[in-house]
């Protein structure tokens, strides 16, 4: 009788950083005839610091008699210095108010999108097609008060995270034309000082092929790799510098990197 062999199969899965969302949780906030208030919520937060997110949020766009419209931000988080947040203000068609000013103008309400302070810059880079959307997202399914409801305020959450993609690795390479991101991090040109940015792994590799560099090159490159680590993730990425190829080209086999000419 032969045995059945117990050998494990190779797992051919790539080792490519997943997507991660750029937004982490939504508020709904609506100006009632006593003023503002938390109305949905699907974030993981203290429901004093959303209160208090709403409150100002909402006072600062509904200051005085106009609405000041459209998307702002984002603003930092009360007592969360490591988040951020969206406010999007419109107005819907008002029920159950015994407020005469907003039974003919509106209901005020806010759309409150919280964001981890690292996603912020592709949040900016998407600033103006989020407002576009949540705009068409009013104006598609949100005419009147009672339109507005917790499953309606997810949908949005997850639309507006499926547009804005976010992927946690990032690569650059110095040379002369200074220090340049790829906007594909799966595939860099085999040029320059190469560098490595896993976000979820607080990493970064910097890839510097021995004798093709100066000092002065290495020192500038390590710089500017320096100021994005300081700048947009407050110095808590760990550098790891790497001169041998074969060492590097496991890093490359790891994130399914290709290097092209």
Known sequence: MSKKSTKKKTSTKSSAPKK?????GIVIGIFEDDGPICRYTNVKLKK??????????MS?????????????????????????????????????????????????????LTLDSKQQRYVLNNHLSIEKFVNDYKEKHWKKELDISKDTMITLL????????????RA????????????DSQLILNE?????????????????PQGKFD?????????????????????????????????????LNKYSIKLVK
Do not use: W
């Open 60 to 112: 600062a766009v509904h200051g005085g008699d106009d609405l000041l419209g459209g998307l702002f931000g984002p603003l930092p988080l009360f007592e969360k210095p490591n988040l951020r947040y969206l406010i999007y203000s419109f107005k819907v068609n008002a029920t159950n108010t015994k407020d005469d000013r907003i039974a003919k103008h509106g209901r005020r309400c806010s759309v409150f």
């Open 215 to 251: 000092s002065r090159d290495r020192i500038k490159a390590i710089e500017k790799i320096e100021e994005i680590n300081t700048q947009e993730y407050g110095s808590i990425l760990k550098l790891s510098k790497i001169r041998d190829y074969l060492k590097f080209k496991k890093i």
């Open 20 to 24: 991660v969302e750029a937004f982490n």
């Open 172 to 183: 650059f390479s110095y040379g002369n034309a200074g220090l340049i991101e790829y906007t």
């Open 158 to 169: 997850k639309s507006v995270n499926e547009m804005v993609k976010i992927v946690g690795l």
């Open 48 to 57: 004093t610091i959303i209160n208090r997110m709403v409150i100002h949020g």
């Open 192 to 208: 320059g000082i190469i560098s490595i940015i896993d976000v979820k792994a607080k990493k970064t590799y910097v890839y510097i």
